[in-house]
């Protein structure tokens, strides 16, 4: 019995030994395998190619991989590959699997990569033409609306409209995009609006993404705030109203359109099977008087913003709140100061008539 533990002892030392002496973990590996030295210092050229392409630039989302592509030249050369700014474009944006989206984008300079740069939502600093009432160069003959909504993260809505620019009706009509006719609903998995919860939800977890493409000046850009800035309820409908807002530079210092918001409302009614359905999705060009831009007046201020660059930062959708804020306090401000001017003028009218009539008066009775 203890010869036969000697034993076992020996052999497990002989084990022992082999393992010790057994070749290095290279020989065993295959020859398209490099084995990097942890003294050496190693940069990402040393992984495969097929590696980047395929196991991480996929899984990195539009803005992560545009900044990635930054850090070297290899780096760069592989994130401009096409396919990867397609799928990129198609999971942000599903409307623009649409065969025309898809044709129009295929000729933008860089393709699915410029078209990116251009929609994703960023702060705008549009173009000064001049003066507003002014016809810039090159107005669009026609714009191309696609437009995503998410609710929870979920898509619940997806279109692409295309709106002819080039008519006198249009031009000189309120301009306005609808998506869906009146009698037109679209049915979601959110519950009825009627409770105040669900209103709280819409204002948290609902997103929108309505992006404007010019076909022939191949630019694009996004007009939605990714959040609502507003929910509330209609007082006679009881429909629930979602708005959607960005701001866009105008007109001249002082000019009604110096400041133009762009507003998207979602309007979104109950069902019998107590679902949400939504029934409106539209778009207006609204100026600091309040009025309602017709077709020509929107097409320059959305040229301007088409043309205008794009400023990288990490708080775009704070700053877009920031700009609606601004906007709705300067709109405020220019009707107090009509409200006061119009009273002021409505004294000096009231004064004139008061005098006018005390000198007939007066002519008539010393006549």
């Not at 393992?19 to 295959?30: Q, V």
């Not at 519950?191 to 948290?204: A, G, I, Q, S, W």
Request: charged share 25%; proline share 5%; aromatic share 6%.
């Amino acid at each position: 019995m203890q010869n036969a533990l000697l034993q076992t002892r020996k052999d497990s030392k002989t084990m022992a030994t082999t393992s010790s002496a057994s070749p290095p973990l290279s020989a065993l590996c295959s020859p398209a395998i490099t084995i990097v030295d942890q003294n050496n210092a190693s940069t990402i050229s040393t992984v495969h190619q097929d590696i980047i392409e395929t196991h991480i630039f996929t899984r990195l989302d539009g803005p992560t991989l545009a900044s990635a592509s930054c850090a070297s030249t290899h780096l760069h050369a592989l994130a401009s590959q096409e396919n990867l700014w397609t799928d990129i474009c198609h999971s942000t944006w599903p409307s623009t699997t649409s065969s025309r989206v898809r044709h129009v984008i295929s000729n933008f300079h860089n393709g699915p990569r410029s078209f990116f740069s251009d929609a994703f939502p960023l702060t705008i600093e549009p173009v000064s033409f001049g003066n507003s009432s002014e016809n810039p160069p090159d107005l669009p003959t026609e714009i191309i609306s696609a437009v995503d909504i998410y609710y929870k993260k979920e898509q619940i809505f997806s279109k692409v409209v295309e709106t002819e620019t080039v008519s006198a009706w249009f031009k000189c009509s309120p301009f306005r995009v609808d998506l869906l006719d009146p009698k037109e609903a679209v049915s979601t998995r959110i519950p009825n609006p009627d409770k105040d919860d669900t209103c709280r939800d819409l204002e948290e977890d609902m997103e929108l993404s309505w992006i404007i493409i010019d076909p022939i000046g191949k630019r694009a850009m996004n007009l939605s705030s990714q959040r609502p800035v507003n929910v509330h309820r209609h007082w006679l409908s009881g429909e629930v109203q979602v708005k959607f807002a960005s701001v866009v530079g105008g007109g001249g210092i002082g000019a009604a359109t110096e400041l133009v918001q762009c507003g998207v409302v979602v309007t979104c009614g109950g069902s019998a099977k107590g679902e949400m359905h939504v029934r409106e999705v539209s778009l207006q060009l609204e100026d600091m008087d309040g009025m309602y831009l017709n077709g020509r007046e929107s097409l320059v201020m959305l040229r301007r913003g088409l043309a205008g660059k794009r400023r990288r930062g990490k708080k775009r959708e704070s700053e877009r709140k920031k700009a609606v804020a601004e906007f709705l306090e300067r709109k405020r401000e220019r009707k107090e100061r009509k409200m006061r001017r119009e009273g002021t003028l409505d004294t000096l009218c009231v004064a004139f008539g008061v005098s006018a009539f005390a000198s007939s008066l007066l002519f008539l009775l010393f006549r």
